[in-house]
């Protein structure tokens, strides 16, 4: 599935207008586009409250690589995804995380598919 990155600032703003999954390490943003695109589209934010640089920027490789690896099977088509990350980020186990993320997106899965 093609995933594209988010970088305009329009487009994060869409996606905080979505629903908000809040998990101890990142808060996860969905929204769905309603395009008729069903490219997944991802994008990362790390505030300066997290801390300086070197650890925001090991935060936000931490939240890629996890959407890496979850994103092509457990994202939600034709939707927005944003990971912002929290403070404490990266005191937190790499596989923890990915099971955050894991059930972070099942939760957005159940919320989005309405019943029919």
């Known amino acids: 599935m093609l995933v594209r990155t988010l970088s305009k600032r329009s487009e994060f703003l869409a996606a905080n207008r979505g629903l908000r999954f809040p998990m101890p ?9 309603g395009d008729g695109d069903d490219s997944l589209g991802i994008g990362y934010t790390v505030s300066k409250k997290v801390g300086n640089s070197v650890t925001r920027n090991r935060m936000k490789r931490r939240l890629r690589e996890l959407c890496r690896a979850a994103l092509p099977e457990s994202g939600i088509p034709g939707a927005d995804h944003v990971l912002i990350g929290r403070p404490g980020g990266n005191d937190i186990v790499f596989a923890e995380l990915g099971e955050h993320l894991d059930s972070a997106l099942k939760r957005a899965a159940k919320k989005l598919v309405k019943p029919a």
């Open 25 to 33: 390490g990142f808060v996860l943003l969905v929204r769905q586009r």
